[in-house]
């Protein structure tokens, strides 16, 4: 069994997102420390972090793959609205100016 990533406390969903992901690409896979949240200030801090772990070594390149691509998607590129010119970081899907949408 050989560890994935490591998520901060904030992204215990996400953790749980990439776990059904690589399920759903017939990678097995678990969560450690998923729970350990609840002894946060109890034991070390970074003890509580939630670890996504891959069962199987063999398959392991292919899990760090699919996740690297995963989080590439996330990455969306800045865009200038067509409507007014603003530009706008690429996690907006319209303008905060005037509402225009990125696809216009």
Not at 4 to 25: I, P, Q, V, Y
Request: hydrophobic content about 45%; some cysteine.
């Amino acid at each position: 069994m050989k560890k994935l990533h490591t998520f901060t406390l904030a992204d215990r969903a996400e953790a749980g997102l990439l776990k059904e992901l690589l399920e759903r690409e017939g990678v097995a896979c678990l969560i450690r420390n998923e729970q350990l949240f609840a002894a946060l200030g109890e034991i070390p801090f970074l003890e509580c972090f939630p670890e996504l772990w891959v069962v199987d070594d063999e398959v392991w390149p292919r899990a760090k793959a699919l996740l690297e691509n995963w989080f590439k998607k996330e990455e969306a590129a800045a865009w200038r609205c067509a409507g007014c010119g603003e530009d706008l970081e690429g996690q907006f899907g319209s303008c905060w100016r005037c509402g225009t949408s990125r696809n216009a």
